[in-house]
């Protein structure tokens, strides 16, 4: 199984919207809804921000959306923050029942 | 508060098998999926397998297919991923994750493997 597809870096302004793209194929994202995304801050485990492509965890901001078109999933900031610069990767349940990561985004708040 | 607890740092040659914890608190043990994922230095996320804790099946990677067992003991609430024949592209840093609404909700500390002769 691949690593699904993402950009390496996206960057933004602070206040700016950016999204993240996360490509896969009919038998991983565009078979299922369980695509979620997590955001990893250096040195720390990953943290949950999107389930199920669009649901949000409690105590997640709703600056953080994602979505789904066929086989691309993507995650949107709106509104970035500072603290928003971290790495962030999708997560993707397949058709041989494993799982697979995307390889990760680095945003950079410029 | 639910959380995950892993066991520590581990320093293992090469050919050798590496066993980590992972300790689960706050809630049912039984009623949520354990996933392992690891993370090699300056890379990305990488799914290894994954366990259910009722009946102990597990689904593994392609990847580490007849390397990884993920265990599970009912008694203490914890699950074990033990990875043998160790080389140097296995140093990572080892997670276990709980898998609630099919995601990844709470995460361990993270276990340093350090695969060096």
């Known amino acids: 199984q691949s690593a699904l597809t993402q950009p390496a870096s996206v960057s933004g302004s602070p206040g700016q919207s950016i999204t993240i793209s996360c490509t896969g194929t009919s038998s991983d994202i565009g078979g299922y809804k369980y695509v979620s995304w997590y955001q990893q801050q250096p040195g720390q485990a990953p943290k949950l921000i999107i389930y199920?492509?669009?649901e949000r965890p409690s105590g997640v901001s709703n600056r953080f959306s994602g979505s789904k078109s066929g086989n691309t999933a993507s995650l949107t900031i709106s509104g970035l923050h500072v603290e928003d610069e971290a790495d962030y990767y999708c997560?993707?349940?397949?058709?041989?029942?494993?799982?697979?990561f995307g390889g990760g985004t680095k945003v950079t708040v410029l | 508060q639910v959380q995950l607890v892993q066991s520590g740092a581990e320093v293992k040659k090469p050919g050798a098998s590496v066993k980590i914890s992972c300790k689960a608190s706050?809630?049912?043990?039984?009623?949520?999926?354990f996933h392992w994922v690891r993370q090699a230095p300056g890379q990305g996320l990488e799914w290894m397998g994954l366990?259910?804790?009722?009946?102990?099946?597990?689904t593994y990677g392609h990847k580490f297919q007849g390397r990884v067992t993920l265990t599970r003991d009912t008694s203490t609430s914890t699950v074990h991923m033990e990875l043998s024949n160790l080389r140097s592209e296995d140093t990572a840093i080892y997670y276990c994750a709980r898998d609630s609404v099919e995601a990844l909700d709470i995460w361990g500390q993270g276990t340093m493997v350090t695969v060096s002769s």
């Open positions: 706050g809630y049912t043990f039984t009623s949520y999926f």
């Open positions: 366990i259910n804790p009722t009946g102990g099946r597990t």
């Open positions: 199920d492509v669009s």
């Open positions: 997560y993707s349940y397949t058709l041989s029942s494993t799982w697979v």
